[in-house]
């Protein structure tokens, strides 16, 4: 099993910016692509981002251009850069792998005021 800690979600308004970090507690590099995943109050968990092992990222459309993931395999951590912040990204993010599921973590709220 993994366990994943996510953090550095927060407050800001709406043109801000955020970095996410989520650490897990063995290697990213054995479990392949990451990703960041995001859950608004009654909707469904959403794909926000993910990247490959390599670090080639792939993005929604909503969030191209303003988010950028990475991974630093050696510290076993993944990142959201978020940038131009709209009150729509308001969430829970966490962060998973991309083809297998491990148990979620508590995630971090990011809220963005108008």
């Known amino acids: 099993q993994v366990q994943l800690v996510e953090s550095g979600g927060g407050l800001v308004q709406a043109g801000g910016s955020l970095s996410l970090s989520c650490i897990a507690s063995?290697?990213?590099?054995?479990?392949?692509?990451m990703a960041w995943y995001r859950q608004a109050p009654g909707e469904q968990r959403e794909l926000v981002a993910s990247?490959?092992?390599?670090?080639?990222?792939n993005y929604v459309d909503s969030v191209k251009g303003r988010f950028t993931i990475s991974r630093d395999n050696a510290r076993n951590t993944l990142y959201l850069q978020m940038n131009s912040l709209k009150p729509e990204d308001t969430a829970v993010y966490y962060c998973?792998?991309?083809?297998?599921?491990?148990?979620w973590g508590q995630g971090t709220q990011v809220t963005v005021s108008s």
């Open positions: 063995r290697s990213i590099f054995s479990i392949g692509t």
């Open positions: 990247i490959t092992w390599s670090g080639s990222p």
């Open positions: 998973n792998g991309y083809h297998t599921k491990y148990a």
